[in-house]
Protein backbone atom coordinates (compact mmCIF):
# COMPACT_ATOMS: atom_id res chain seq x y z
CA UNK A 1 0.00 0.00 0.00
CA UNK A 2 1.35 3.73 -0.77
CA UNK A 3 1.61 6.38 1.45
CA UNK A 4 -0.03 9.75 0.47
CA UNK A 5 3.34 10.94 -0.13
CA UNK A 6 4.52 8.62 -3.02
CA UNK A 7 3.38 8.72 -6.53
CA UNK A 8 3.60 7.47 -9.98
CA UNK A 9 5.03 10.44 -11.51
CA UNK A 10 6.02 14.23 -10.74
CA UNK A 11 6.12 16.90 -12.66
CA UNK A 12 7.81 20.19 -11.37
CA UNK A 13 6.71 23.54 -12.26
CA UNK A 14 3.08 24.17 -13.47
CA UNK A 15 3.99 25.86 -16.05
CA UNK A 16 2.47 25.07 -19.81
CA UNK A 17 5.24 22.63 -20.50
CA UNK A 18 3.91 20.65 -16.92
CA UNK A 19 0.51 21.64 -17.36
CA UNK A 20 0.46 19.63 -20.61
CA UNK A 21 2.35 16.57 -19.51
CA UNK A 22 -0.23 16.25 -16.84
CA UNK A 23 -2.84 16.85 -19.07
CA UNK A 24 -2.19 14.12 -21.23
CA UNK A 25 -0.67 11.14 -18.41
CA UNK A 26 -3.72 11.96 -16.23
CA UNK A 27 -6.26 12.00 -19.02
CA UNK A 28 -5.25 8.51 -20.23
CA UNK A 29 -4.22 7.14 -17.27
CA UNK A 30 -6.79 7.91 -14.34
CA UNK A 31 -5.61 5.82 -12.43
CA UNK A 32 -1.98 7.31 -12.08
CA UNK A 33 -1.15 9.13 -9.27
CA UNK A 34 0.72 11.90 -10.37
CA UNK A 35 1.81 15.73 -8.62
CA UNK A 36 2.85 18.69 -10.14
CA UNK A 37 4.55 20.62 -7.86
CA UNK A 38 4.75 24.43 -8.37
CA UNK A 39 6.77 26.93 -6.34
CA UNK A 40 4.12 29.90 -6.83
CA UNK A 41 1.04 30.24 -5.61
CA UNK A 42 -0.52 29.88 -9.33
CA UNK A 43 0.01 27.92 -12.24
CA UNK A 44 1.16 28.52 -15.96
CA UNK A 45 4.69 29.96 -15.21
CA UNK A 46 5.40 32.22 -18.15
CA UNK A 47 1.35 31.99 -19.41
CA UNK A 48 -0.41 33.52 -16.34
CA UNK A 49 -1.15 36.83 -14.61
CA UNK A 50 -2.24 38.40 -11.93
CA UNK A 51 -4.97 41.08 -11.20
CA UNK A 52 -4.11 44.61 -8.88
CA UNK A 53 -7.14 46.37 -7.70
CA UNK A 54 -9.85 44.47 -9.79
CA UNK A 55 -7.37 44.77 -13.13
CA UNK A 56 -6.26 41.85 -14.57
CA UNK A 57 -2.61 42.07 -16.53
CA UNK A 58 -0.47 38.87 -18.31
CA UNK A 59 2.76 38.66 -16.50
CA UNK A 60 4.37 37.25 -19.38
CA UNK A 61 3.20 35.74 -22.78
CA UNK A 62 0.42 37.40 -24.79
CA UNK A 63 -0.34 35.86 -27.53
CA UNK A 64 -0.09 31.89 -28.91
CA UNK A 65 0.67 31.50 -32.55
CA UNK A 66 -1.57 29.84 -35.05
CA UNK A 67 -3.52 28.14 -31.65
CA UNK A 68 -6.40 27.72 -32.90
CA UNK A 69 -5.25 24.51 -35.74
CA UNK A 70 -2.27 23.72 -33.83
CA UNK A 71 -1.19 20.15 -33.24
CA UNK A 72 -1.29 21.14 -29.29
CA UNK A 73 -5.35 22.39 -29.34
CA UNK A 74 -5.75 19.22 -31.20
CA UNK A 75 -4.44 17.22 -28.67
CA UNK A 76 -6.01 18.85 -25.93
CA UNK A 77 -9.62 18.21 -27.73
CA UNK A 78 -8.82 14.87 -27.77
CA UNK A 79 -8.05 15.16 -24.00
CA UNK A 80 -11.60 16.98 -23.27
CA UNK A 81 -9.96 20.22 -22.76
CA UNK A 82 -11.45 23.42 -24.13
CA UNK A 83 -10.40 26.67 -24.13
CA UNK A 84 -12.39 29.82 -26.47
CA UNK A 85 -9.78 32.07 -27.98
CA UNK A 86 -9.90 35.65 -30.21
CA UNK A 87 -8.09 36.51 -32.97
CA UNK A 88 -5.55 39.13 -32.41
CA UNK A 89 -5.99 40.87 -35.71
CA UNK A 90 -3.89 42.67 -36.37
CA UNK A 91 -1.08 40.74 -35.08
CA UNK A 92 1.31 43.43 -34.51
CA UNK A 93 1.96 46.84 -35.60
CA UNK A 94 5.18 48.88 -35.90
CA UNK A 95 4.90 52.95 -34.73
CA UNK A 96 6.90 54.47 -36.81
CA UNK A 97 7.09 58.80 -38.28
CA UNK A 98 3.37 59.14 -36.64
CA UNK A 99 1.91 55.93 -38.54
CA UNK A 100 0.56 52.66 -37.92
CA UNK A 101 2.46 49.52 -39.84
CA UNK A 102 0.25 47.00 -39.57
CA UNK A 103 0.68 42.96 -39.93
CA UNK A 104 -2.29 40.99 -40.85
CA UNK A 105 -3.24 37.31 -40.38
CA UNK A 106 -5.13 37.96 -43.82
CA UNK A 107 -3.41 37.99 -46.53
CA UNK A 108 -5.57 40.32 -48.59
CA UNK A 109 -5.02 42.86 -45.45
CA UNK A 110 -1.46 42.72 -45.21
CA UNK A 111 -1.26 43.27 -48.65
CA UNK A 112 -3.16 46.30 -48.76
CA UNK A 113 -0.85 47.58 -46.04
CA UNK A 114 2.40 46.66 -48.09
CA UNK A 115 1.30 48.09 -51.04
CA UNK A 116 -0.15 51.60 -49.35
CA UNK A 117 3.14 51.70 -47.50
CA UNK A 118 5.38 50.15 -49.89
CA UNK A 119 3.78 50.17 -53.22
CA UNK A 120 7.34 48.82 -55.05
CA UNK A 121 7.93 45.83 -52.63
CA UNK A 122 3.87 44.46 -53.17
CA UNK A 123 4.98 41.83 -55.89
CA UNK A 124 7.93 40.64 -54.08
CA UNK A 125 6.22 40.55 -50.93
CA UNK A 126 3.65 37.78 -52.42
CA UNK A 127 6.50 35.65 -53.79
CA UNK A 128 8.06 35.37 -50.16
CA UNK A 129 5.23 34.67 -48.46
CA UNK A 130 4.25 31.59 -51.15
CA UNK A 131 7.71 30.87 -50.81
CA UNK A 132 7.65 30.48 -46.87
CA UNK A 133 4.11 29.15 -47.15
CA UNK A 134 5.85 26.42 -49.41
CA UNK A 135 8.84 25.32 -46.85
CA UNK A 136 5.89 25.10 -44.06
CA UNK A 137 3.67 22.98 -46.58
CA UNK A 138 6.80 20.72 -46.39
CA UNK A 139 7.68 20.98 -42.79
CA UNK A 140 3.66 19.97 -41.95
CA UNK A 141 3.94 17.08 -44.54
CA UNK A 142 7.27 15.73 -43.05
CA UNK A 143 5.46 15.82 -39.64
CA UNK A 144 8.87 17.80 -37.83
CA UNK A 145 7.89 17.93 -34.13
CA UNK A 146 11.46 18.54 -32.70
CA UNK A 147 14.10 20.19 -33.96
CA UNK A 148 16.23 16.79 -33.86
CA UNK A 149 15.68 15.11 -36.98
CA UNK A 150 16.25 11.19 -37.48
CA UNK A 151 18.29 10.18 -40.53
CA UNK A 152 15.05 8.74 -41.85
CA UNK A 153 13.79 12.20 -41.45
CA UNK A 154 16.79 13.42 -42.94
CA UNK A 155 16.40 10.97 -45.99
CA UNK A 156 13.10 11.87 -47.06
CA UNK A 157 13.65 15.67 -47.13
CA UNK A 158 16.70 14.57 -49.36
CA UNK A 159 14.06 12.61 -51.43
CA UNK A 160 11.28 14.23 -50.98
CA UNK A 161 11.09 17.95 -49.84
CA UNK A 162 12.63 20.04 -52.57
CA UNK A 163 12.31 23.36 -50.74
CA UNK A 164 13.47 22.13 -47.35
CA UNK A 165 16.61 20.62 -49.33
CA UNK A 166 17.32 23.55 -50.98
CA UNK A 167 16.78 25.66 -47.63
CA UNK A 168 17.45 23.02 -45.02
CA UNK A 169 20.88 24.89 -44.88
CA UNK A 170 20.39 28.10 -45.46
CA UNK A 171 19.68 31.27 -42.94
CA UNK A 172 16.51 33.74 -42.96
CA UNK A 173 18.62 36.64 -44.07
CA UNK A 174 19.35 34.32 -48.05
CA UNK A 175 15.50 33.73 -48.35
CA UNK A 176 15.12 37.45 -47.01
CA UNK A 177 17.41 38.99 -49.50
CA UNK A 178 16.62 36.60 -52.29
CA UNK A 179 12.75 37.59 -52.43
CA UNK A 180 12.94 41.44 -50.80
CA UNK A 181 14.74 44.90 -51.87
CA UNK A 182 13.74 47.04 -49.28
CA UNK A 183 15.26 47.08 -46.03
CA UNK A 184 12.32 48.38 -44.18
CA UNK A 185 10.43 45.59 -45.52
CA UNK A 186 12.86 43.01 -44.85
CA UNK A 187 12.75 44.54 -41.02
CA UNK A 188 8.61 43.50 -40.80
CA UNK A 189 9.81 40.27 -41.15
CA UNK A 190 12.90 39.96 -39.38
CA UNK A 191 11.04 41.09 -36.21
CA UNK A 192 9.77 37.36 -35.60
CA UNK A 193 12.92 36.03 -35.04
CA UNK A 194 13.91 38.60 -32.48
CA UNK A 195 11.79 36.69 -29.68
CA UNK A 196 13.83 33.92 -30.31
CA UNK A 197 17.32 35.78 -29.54
CA UNK A 198 18.46 35.13 -33.09
CA UNK A 199 19.54 37.84 -35.91
CA UNK A 200 18.43 36.81 -39.20
CA UNK A 201 21.65 35.57 -40.27
CA UNK A 202 21.32 33.07 -37.27
CA UNK A 203 18.09 31.36 -37.49
CA UNK A 204 17.40 28.82 -39.71
CA UNK A 205 15.34 30.00 -43.28
CA UNK A 206 12.92 26.67 -42.52
CA UNK A 207 12.45 27.65 -39.27
CA UNK A 208 11.84 31.57 -39.90
CA UNK A 209 9.74 30.73 -42.84
CA UNK A 210 7.50 28.36 -40.79
CA UNK A 211 6.64 31.34 -38.13
CA UNK A 212 6.12 33.80 -41.22
CA UNK A 213 3.92 31.51 -42.47
CA UNK A 214 1.90 30.37 -39.40
CA UNK A 215 1.30 34.32 -38.15
CA UNK A 216 0.33 35.38 -41.73
CA UNK A 217 -1.64 32.63 -42.37
CA UNK A 218 -3.64 31.87 -39.11
CA UNK A 219 -2.58 34.67 -36.87
CA UNK A 220 -1.94 34.99 -33.11
CA UNK A 221 -4.63 33.92 -31.07
CA UNK A 222 -5.32 35.23 -27.12
CA UNK A 223 -7.45 32.92 -24.75
CA UNK A 224 -10.40 34.59 -23.30
CA UNK A 225 -10.26 36.16 -20.33
CA UNK A 226 -6.35 35.93 -20.34
CA UNK A 227 -3.28 34.14 -19.87
CA UNK A 228 -4.37 33.02 -16.67
CA UNK A 229 -7.74 32.15 -16.99
CA UNK A 230 -6.01 29.56 -19.50
CA UNK A 231 -3.72 28.11 -17.14
CA UNK A 232 -5.98 28.10 -14.05
CA UNK A 233 -8.67 26.27 -16.88
CA UNK A 234 -5.87 23.84 -17.81
CA UNK A 235 -4.77 23.35 -14.11
CA UNK A 236 -8.57 22.45 -13.10
CA UNK A 237 -8.87 19.98 -16.17
CA UNK A 238 -5.89 18.15 -14.58
CA UNK A 239 -7.37 17.59 -11.61
CA UNK A 240 -10.55 16.97 -12.47
CA UNK A 241 -9.16 14.20 -14.11
CA UNK A 242 -7.56 12.96 -10.61
CA UNK A 243 -4.47 15.04 -10.38
CA UNK A 244 -2.94 16.82 -7.79
CA UNK A 245 -1.27 20.05 -7.98
CA UNK A 246 0.85 21.19 -4.87
CA UNK A 247 1.21 25.14 -4.64
CA UNK A 248 4.10 27.14 -2.84
CA UNK A 249 6.31 24.31 -2.53
CA UNK A 250 9.96 24.41 -4.13
CA UNK A 251 11.74 21.28 -5.30
CA UNK A 252 15.11 21.55 -3.90
CA UNK A 253 16.91 18.28 -4.81
CA UNK A 254 16.01 15.52 -7.65
CA UNK A 255 16.82 12.10 -5.72
CA UNK A 256 19.07 9.58 -7.68
CA UNK A 257 20.03 6.03 -6.72
CA UNK A 258 21.83 3.76 -8.79
CA UNK A 259 21.50 5.99 -11.00
CA UNK A 260 17.42 6.02 -11.45
CA UNK A 261 14.74 8.78 -9.74
CA UNK A 262 13.19 8.28 -6.47
CA UNK A 263 11.59 11.15 -5.79
CA UNK A 264 12.54 14.82 -4.69
CA UNK A 265 13.33 16.52 -1.67
CA UNK A 266 11.51 19.90 -1.00
CA UNK A 267 12.97 23.03 0.36
CA UNK A 268 11.48 22.60 3.63
CA UNK A 269 13.04 19.18 3.83
CA UNK A 270 10.19 16.99 2.50
CA UNK A 271 10.48 13.69 0.94
CA UNK A 272 8.12 13.08 -2.05
CA UNK A 273 8.37 9.74 -3.60
CA UNK A 274 7.84 8.94 -6.91
CA UNK A 275 8.91 6.53 -10.22
CA UNK A 276 8.88 9.08 -12.37
CA UNK A 277 10.06 12.31 -12.53
CA UNK A 278 9.24 15.29 -15.45
CA UNK A 279 11.43 18.51 -14.97
CA UNK A 280 9.55 21.47 -16.12
CA UNK A 281 11.81 23.74 -14.31
CA UNK A 282 15.08 25.48 -16.00
CA UNK A 283 17.50 23.32 -17.83
CA UNK A 284 20.20 24.30 -16.04
CA UNK A 285 19.00 24.24 -12.61
CA UNK A 286 17.79 20.54 -12.82
CA UNK A 287 20.94 19.65 -14.19
CA UNK A 288 23.46 21.47 -11.67
CA UNK A 289 21.45 22.37 -8.78
CA UNK A 290 18.60 20.05 -8.61
CA UNK A 291 20.11 16.74 -9.89
CA UNK A 292 24.14 17.16 -9.65
CA UNK A 293 26.99 17.05 -11.91
CA UNK A 294 28.01 13.89 -10.73
CA UNK A 295 25.12 12.15 -12.24
CA UNK A 296 25.56 13.30 -15.62
CA UNK A 297 28.05 12.44 -18.11
CA UNK A 298 31.00 15.41 -18.63
CA UNK A 299 30.14 15.65 -22.91
CA UNK A 300 26.64 15.76 -21.46
CA UNK A 301 27.35 18.72 -18.58
CA UNK A 302 29.91 20.54 -20.74
CA UNK A 303 27.42 20.79 -23.54
CA UNK A 304 24.09 22.11 -20.99
CA UNK A 305 26.94 24.56 -19.59
CA UNK A 306 28.12 26.52 -22.99
CA UNK A 307 24.29 27.21 -23.94
CA UNK A 308 23.34 30.65 -24.31
CA UNK A 309 20.19 32.17 -22.91
CA UNK A 310 17.50 33.65 -24.68
CA UNK A 311 16.07 37.25 -24.55
CA UNK A 312 14.64 38.66 -21.87
CA UNK A 313 13.58 42.25 -20.79
CA UNK A 314 11.78 45.06 -18.35
CA UNK A 315 7.47 44.66 -18.11
CA UNK A 316 6.06 47.59 -17.25
CA UNK A 317 2.88 47.31 -16.07
CA UNK A 318 0.26 50.08 -16.06
CA UNK A 319 -3.37 50.63 -15.30
CA UNK A 320 -5.08 53.77 -16.97
CA UNK A 321 -8.40 55.51 -16.61
CA UNK A 322 -10.56 57.74 -18.32
CA UNK A 323 -8.32 57.09 -21.68
CA UNK A 324 -9.99 55.44 -24.87
CA UNK A 325 -7.16 53.36 -26.46
CA UNK A 326 -9.63 51.75 -28.96
CA UNK A 327 -8.05 52.85 -32.05
CA UNK A 328 -4.58 51.43 -31.19
CA UNK A 329 -3.70 48.18 -32.31
CA UNK A 330 -3.87 45.78 -29.44
CA UNK A 331 -0.41 44.90 -29.87
CA UNK A 332 2.49 47.06 -31.62
CA UNK A 333 5.53 48.34 -31.34
CA UNK A 334 7.13 51.69 -31.37
CA UNK A 335 10.76 50.82 -33.17
CA UNK A 336 11.77 54.26 -34.73
CA UNK A 337 14.41 53.30 -37.11
CA UNK A 338 15.62 50.35 -35.64
CA UNK A 339 16.37 46.93 -37.31
CA UNK A 340 15.88 44.06 -35.50
CA UNK A 341 19.52 42.63 -36.48
CA UNK A 342 20.89 45.74 -34.54
CA UNK A 343 18.50 45.51 -31.86
CA UNK A 344 20.39 41.95 -30.90
CA UNK A 345 23.35 42.97 -31.56
CA UNK A 346 23.23 45.60 -28.76
CA UNK A 347 21.52 43.81 -26.17
CA UNK A 348 24.50 41.11 -26.38
CA UNK A 349 26.79 43.54 -26.01
CA UNK A 350 24.64 44.80 -22.74
CA UNK A 351 23.01 47.82 -24.25
CA UNK A 352 19.78 49.01 -23.37
CA UNK A 353 18.15 52.04 -25.23
CA UNK A 354 14.68 52.21 -24.78
CA UNK A 355 14.48 52.73 -28.63
CA UNK A 356 12.35 49.24 -29.41
CA UNK A 357 9.15 49.18 -26.96
CA UNK A 358 6.22 46.61 -27.18
CA UNK A 359 2.82 48.13 -26.33
CA UNK A 360 0.11 45.94 -25.23
CA UNK A 361 -3.38 46.26 -24.59
CA UNK A 362 -5.36 43.22 -23.64
CA UNK A 363 -9.26 44.97 -23.57
CA UNK A 364 -8.45 45.90 -26.93
CA UNK A 365 -8.40 41.94 -27.77
CA UNK A 366 -10.99 40.71 -25.15
CA UNK A 367 -13.42 43.86 -24.25
CA UNK A 368 -14.55 42.49 -21.21
CA UNK A 369 -10.35 43.30 -19.10
CA UNK A 370 -11.77 46.31 -18.92
CA UNK A 371 -13.35 47.30 -15.96
CA UNK A 372 -15.06 50.83 -15.46
CA UNK A 373 -13.33 53.16 -17.18
CA UNK A 374 -10.12 51.14 -16.02
CA UNK A 375 -8.14 49.07 -18.20
CA UNK A 376 -4.37 47.26 -18.25
CA UNK A 377 -1.52 48.43 -20.57
CA UNK A 378 1.97 46.37 -20.38
CA UNK A 379 5.00 47.71 -22.16
CA UNK A 380 7.66 45.27 -22.89
CA UNK A 381 11.29 46.14 -23.53
CA UNK A 382 14.14 43.94 -24.26
CA UNK A 383 16.92 44.19 -21.89
CA UNK A 384 20.20 42.30 -20.89
CA UNK A 385 20.22 40.68 -17.79
CA UNK A 386 23.27 42.65 -16.32
CA UNK A 387 22.38 45.80 -17.59
CA UNK A 388 23.88 48.54 -15.38
CA UNK A 389 25.24 46.79 -12.47
CA UNK A 390 22.48 43.90 -12.31
CA UNK A 391 19.93 46.54 -11.83
CA UNK A 392 22.05 48.23 -9.47
CA UNK A 393 20.99 45.26 -7.38
CA UNK A 394 24.55 44.35 -7.13
CA UNK A 395 24.69 40.37 -5.89
CA UNK A 396 21.15 40.63 -6.91
CA UNK A 397 19.59 39.76 -3.38
CA UNK A 398 20.27 43.34 -2.55
CA UNK A 399 17.52 45.33 -4.08
CA UNK A 400 17.31 48.37 -2.12
CA UNK A 401 17.32 52.11 -2.56
CA UNK A 402 19.55 51.44 -5.66
CA UNK A 403 17.63 49.09 -7.31
CA UNK A 404 14.30 51.24 -7.00
CA UNK A 405 15.54 54.39 -7.91
CA UNK A 406 17.11 52.87 -11.48
CA UNK A 407 13.43 51.30 -11.96
CA UNK A 408 11.89 54.65 -11.01
CA UNK A 409 14.16 56.18 -13.94
CA UNK A 410 13.29 53.40 -16.68
CA UNK A 411 9.47 53.90 -16.20
CA UNK A 412 9.94 57.18 -16.50
CA UNK A 413 11.69 56.89 -19.80
CA UNK A 414 9.87 54.40 -21.15
CA UNK A 415 6.35 56.30 -20.15
CA UNK A 416 7.78 59.32 -22.01
CA UNK A 417 8.66 57.20 -25.28
CA UNK A 418 5.21 55.47 -25.30
CA UNK A 419 3.64 59.34 -25.32
CA UNK A 420 5.14 59.50 -28.87
CA UNK A 421 2.39 57.42 -30.18
CA UNK A 422 -0.49 57.59 -26.86
CA UNK A 423 0.20 61.53 -26.13
CA UNK A 424 -0.64 62.49 -22.53
CA UNK A 425 -0.76 58.85 -21.03
CA UNK A 426 1.16 59.76 -18.10
CA UNK A 427 -1.93 61.82 -17.12
CA UNK A 428 -4.08 58.84 -16.85
CA UNK A 429 -1.65 56.29 -15.10
CA UNK A 430 -3.21 55.57 -11.72
CA UNK A 431 -1.02 52.49 -11.14
CA UNK A 432 2.33 51.17 -12.59
CA UNK A 433 4.88 48.40 -11.49
CA UNK A 434 8.45 47.83 -13.52
CA UNK A 435 9.37 43.99 -13.63
CA UNK A 436 12.78 43.46 -14.75
CA UNK A 437 14.42 40.49 -15.42
CA UNK A 438 15.61 40.30 -11.97
CA UNK A 439 11.87 40.03 -11.07
CA UNK A 440 11.69 36.93 -14.14
CA UNK A 441 14.70 35.14 -12.47
CA UNK A 442 13.35 35.48 -8.67
CA UNK A 443 9.44 34.51 -9.72
CA UNK A 444 10.23 32.03 -12.25
CA UNK A 445 13.63 30.68 -11.48
CA UNK A 446 14.17 31.23 -14.91
CA UNK A 447 18.23 31.46 -15.45
CA UNK A 448 19.07 34.93 -15.62
CA UNK A 449 15.62 35.36 -16.47
CA UNK A 450 15.59 34.29 -20.08
CA UNK A 451 11.99 35.10 -21.50
CA UNK A 452 12.37 31.73 -24.14
CA UNK A 453 14.96 29.39 -22.21
CA UNK A 454 18.01 28.31 -24.07
CA UNK A 455 18.64 30.16 -27.49
CA UNK A 456 16.62 28.21 -30.08
CA UNK A 457 19.30 27.33 -32.01
CA UNK A 458 21.31 26.04 -28.97
CA UNK A 459 18.52 23.44 -27.61
CA UNK A 460 18.85 20.41 -26.40
CA UNK A 461 15.94 18.98 -28.40
CA UNK A 462 15.41 16.06 -26.44
CA UNK A 463 12.86 15.24 -23.70
CA UNK A 464 14.58 12.27 -22.41
CA UNK A 465 17.86 12.61 -19.68
CA UNK A 466 20.65 10.50 -18.55
CA UNK A 467 18.93 9.71 -15.69
CA UNK A 468 16.98 6.66 -15.39
CA UNK A 469 13.15 7.72 -15.42
CA UNK A 470 14.05 11.57 -15.46
CA UNK A 471 11.90 13.17 -18.19
CA UNK A 472 11.80 16.95 -18.86
CA UNK A 473 9.23 18.94 -20.34
CA UNK A 474 8.57 22.94 -21.79
CA UNK A 475 11.04 25.37 -23.56
CA UNK A 476 13.62 23.84 -21.42
CA UNK A 477 13.89 20.70 -24.38
CA UNK A 478 11.69 22.51 -27.15
CA UNK A 479 12.90 25.99 -26.88
CA UNK A 480 10.80 28.95 -25.69
CA UNK A 481 6.83 30.07 -27.58
CA UNK A 482 3.59 28.88 -25.61
CA UNK A 483 3.03 26.68 -28.46
CA UNK A 484 6.36 25.19 -28.46
CA UNK A 485 6.31 24.66 -24.87
CA UNK A 486 2.88 22.77 -24.45
CA UNK A 487 3.31 20.69 -27.29
CA UNK A 488 6.57 19.75 -25.39
CA UNK A 489 4.63 19.13 -22.38
CA UNK A 490 1.81 16.75 -24.33
CA UNK A 491 4.40 14.87 -26.08
CA UNK A 492 5.80 14.07 -23.53
CA UNK A 493 3.26 13.27 -21.56
CA UNK A 494 2.77 10.53 -24.03
CA UNK A 495 5.77 8.95 -24.35
CA UNK A 496 5.41 8.16 -20.43
CA UNK A 497 1.48 7.06 -21.20
CA UNK A 498 2.78 4.58 -23.67
CA UNK A 499 5.76 3.51 -21.89
CA UNK A 500 3.52 3.16 -18.68
CA UNK A 501 1.01 0.91 -21.20
CA UNK A 502 3.33 -1.27 -22.27
CA UNK A 503 4.65 -2.06 -18.37
CA UNK A 504 0.93 -2.68 -17.46
CA UNK A 505 0.80 -5.50 -20.75
C1 LIG B 1 7.43 38.72 -21.04
C2 LIG B 1 7.24 37.46 -21.86
C3 LIG B 1 6.51 37.54 -23.04
C4 LIG B 1 6.31 36.39 -23.81
N1 LIG B 1 5.53 36.47 -24.90
C5 LIG B 1 5.22 35.35 -25.58
C6 LIG B 1 4.24 35.37 -26.59
O1 LIG B 1 3.60 36.40 -26.83
N2 LIG B 1 4.00 34.23 -27.28
C7 LIG B 1 4.65 33.06 -26.98
O2 LIG B 1 4.38 32.04 -27.63
N3 LIG B 1 5.55 32.99 -25.99
C8 LIG B 1 5.83 34.10 -25.25
N4 LIG B 1 6.71 34.03 -24.21
C9 LIG B 1 7.44 32.76 -23.95
C10 LIG B 1 6.56 31.71 -23.30
O3 LIG B 1 5.73 32.31 -22.34
C11 LIG B 1 7.44 30.65 -22.63
O4 LIG B 1 8.40 30.17 -23.57
C12 LIG B 1 6.64 29.45 -22.14
O5 LIG B 1 5.50 29.87 -21.44
C13 LIG B 1 7.53 28.58 -21.26
O6 LIG B 1 6.77 27.56 -20.66
P1 LIG B 1 7.44 26.43 -19.78
O7 LIG B 1 6.36 25.59 -19.25
O8 LIG B 1 8.50 25.75 -20.56
O9 LIG B 1 8.23 27.17 -18.60
P2 LIG B 1 7.82 28.21 -17.48
O10 LIG B 1 6.68 29.05 -17.88
O11 LIG B 1 9.09 28.88 -17.14
O12 LIG B 1 7.34 27.30 -16.26
C14 LIG B 1 8.22 26.71 -15.35
C15 LIG B 1 7.48 26.55 -14.04
O13 LIG B 1 8.28 25.80 -13.14
C16 LIG B 1 8.22 26.39 -11.87
N5 LIG B 1 9.44 25.98 -11.16
C17 LIG B 1 10.71 26.21 -11.56
N6 LIG B 1 11.57 25.66 -10.71
C18 LIG B 1 10.85 25.07 -9.74
C19 LIG B 1 11.18 24.34 -8.56
N7 LIG B 1 12.45 24.12 -8.21
N8 LIG B 1 10.17 23.87 -7.78
C20 LIG B 1 8.88 24.10 -8.11
N9 LIG B 1 8.52 24.79 -9.21
C21 LIG B 1 9.48 25.27 -10.02
C22 LIG B 1 8.13 27.87 -12.14
O14 LIG B 1 7.61 28.58 -11.04
C23 LIG B 1 7.18 27.87 -13.34
O15 LIG B 1 5.85 27.90 -12.94
C24 LIG B 1 6.91 35.16 -23.41
C25 LIG B 1 7.64 35.09 -22.21
C26 LIG B 1 7.78 36.22 -21.44
C27 LIG B 1 8.50 36.11 -20.12
Known amino acids: MRNENE ?82 EPIEANYRNNDFLKMY ?31 NNEIIALGI ?27 FSHLLDRFLTDENVKNLFKFYCTWLALKSNEITAPIAANIVSEANTFGIHYPVG ?65 VGEENFSKPYLKNIKRKD ?25 ISEEIDF ?51 KAKDKIERKSDYKQLKKEVTQKIIANVEKAIPNLSEHIIFSELATPLTFERYNLASKGAWYATRYDQIVGDFKSQIKNLLFAGSNVSGGGVGTSLFSGLKTGEYLSDKISEKKK
Open 7 to 88: FDVIIIGAGIGGLGAGNFLQAKNPELKTLIIEQNNYPGGYVSGFTRKGIYFDLGAEGMLNFEKSGSNKILNELGFNHPVIQI
Open 105 to 135: SSRDKLLIEIETKYPHEKENVVKFLNECDAI
Open 145 to 171: TSPKLSFRKLLEIIFKYPKLRKYGLLK
Open 226 to 290: GMLAFAENLADHYRKNGGQIQYKSKVEKIIISKGAVKGVKLSDGTIVKSTWVISNADLQRTVFDY
Open 309 to 333: LSITGALLFLTVEKIDLTRYPPHFN
Open 341 to 391: DCLIDRLRKGYFDYEFLGVRIPSNIDPNLEVGNKKSMIILAFTPFDWNNNW
